[in-house]
């Protein structure tokens, strides 16, 4: 049986704890009486203004600033970061909520206000605004101060950002976002596949394995996916022994140069884990370890035959005014005359548009079975045909050559070679002697 000394003990025991709280909710209201505003007040800093930001988080000190326009990490390493992530971390510092002042004898480190504690700087050209972060507490409440100014409650939402996210989500996640638009050269290599191109007065054209025109619908398409792909998962920061992701000597690379003559390079090493085809990947003089999708990855590595052109030629039908053709058996000159073509090599005579239309669709137009790049093979040359602007001279040269299967093959002396099937060569019937 409980003895009545017991009894009274519970009972004062709970009066007290009822006390205490209430001691405490009103300690509380007291102190943020009329005193929710803003913690950095409205106008003190706008956010266009702010050119850099300085967060200190545990041993951590990151540094960001704006480079016309773009936000950038530049502390401990530099990388590119999402400029809608940066500009979300200075609209929360700006629009957090001060609850009310800390009173009584209470001192800062108490607080978690230290000197060693985490803090956020917003800095413009003119001056500098730090926020201090203090414990989080119960309620969804915590302490900061402003320029070691007397301590505050606040809401937790910037302590929350700042502190608890993984700041390496505030990077830019996309390999070459200026791609599209500001590319001058491309190259790409696996092992000892070397793939160049480079842009010439707006023009792109292959450097490497041979010179060649490029296939602008698929040259398009893998630009856009070279400016759309992003990096799979943070693996590493500086990790001390990049062999340990076969990094240091990848077996494969793609870099892309700008307008400044600046060239970001994505390196590939080696697989994730045994069984799997992801990769891990890392920018050249950034020192960040990802992995990736080898679905994703793949599509970056085209090979040369799929970029080069597919037409024997490149020429505007529009701009040819006289068409050689050469044989071993004949000669043919043919001429534009506004609607109609006539054959000089027999006194001018109109011969069939369609005729001409079909020859000029299979050089200008018509895509090849397959394409290859090698040497172009001499000696199975059965033609040469000439294209001649209005000006009369020659604007390209397509040459024939017809392999023991009947098969053609086009290529206008960048040794790319177009194959076609034996029925194509029917075009050059009216103006050769070729079977």
Not at 52 to 74: A, M, P
Not at 206 to 216: L, M
Not at 246 to 252: D, G, H, M, Y
């Amino acid at each position: 049986m409980i003895r009545t000394v017991h009894v009274w003990f519970l009972v004062l025991l709970a009066l007290l704890l009822s006390g205490f709280s209430m001691w405490q909710r009103s300690v509380e209201t007291i102190d943020q009486r009329d005193e929710i505003s803003l913690l950095l007040p409205q106008g003190l800093v706008e956010q266009s203004d702010v050119k850099k930001i300085t967060l200190h988080k545990g041993d951590e000190e990151l540094l960001f600033e704006r480079r016309d326009g773009v936000w950038w990490q530049t502390n401990p390493f530099t990388c590119r970061m999402d400029t809608n992530s940066i500009l979300h971390l200075i609209d929360r510092a700006l629009s957090v909520l001060q609850l009310g002042v800390v009173e009584g004898n209470v001192t800062k480190e108490t607080l978690g206000l230290g000197e060693e504690s985490n803090s956020l700087t917003l800095a413009t050209d003119d001056e500098s605004i730090k926020v201090t972060f203090g414990r989080m507490t119960l309620g969804g409440k915590a302490y900061a101060a402003v320029d070691g100014g007397d301590p505050v409650t606040v809401t937790q939402s910037l302590h929350r950002l700042a502190l608890d996210t993984d700041h390496r989500y505030w990077r830019d996640i996309r390999l070459f976002p200026e791609l599209a638009v500001d590319a001058e050269s491309i190259e790409r290599q696996i092992d000892d596949d070397v793939l160049s191109l480079s842009r010439l007065s707006g023009e792109w054209m292959i450097q490497e394995p041979v010179s060649a025109r490029v296939h602008k619908d698929v040259l398009t398409e893998w630009i856009g996916r070279l400016a759309s792909v992003k990096l799979g998962s943070f693996v590493a920061d500086e990790p001390e022994d990049l062999a340990l992701f076969s990094l240091l000597s990848p077996r494969a690379s793609l870099a892309i140069t700008n307008s400044n003559g600046d060239t970001q390079t994505i390196l590939i090493g080696g697989r994730v884990s045994a069984g799997s085809q992801n990769r891990y990947v890392k920018l050249e003089n950034t020192p960040m370890v990802f992995s990736m999708h080898w679905d994703d990855l793949s599509q970056l590595f085209p090979s040369a035959e799929i970029i080069a052109a597919p037409t024997g030629s490149g020429v505007s039908p529009f701009d040819i005014k006289r068409i050689r053709i050469a044989s071993k058996d004949k000669d043919t000159i043919l001429r534009r005359e506004l609607e109609t073509w006539v054959d000089e090599t027999r006194g001018d005579k109109v011969i069939e548009q369609e005729d001409v239309r079909a020859l000029l669709l299979w050089i200008l137009e018509s895509h090849p079975v397959s394409v290859a790049i090698g040497p172009y093979p001499r000696k199975l040359q059965v033609a040469t045909i000439t294209l001649e602007g209005y000006d009369r001279m020659p604007m390209d040269t397509v040459r024939v050559a017809k392999q023991e299967d009947g098969s053609w093959i086009l290529d206008n002396g960048e040794n790319v070679l177009r194959l076609h099937p034996a029925d194509a060569g029917e075009v050059l019937v009216p103006f050769t002697q070729i079977n």
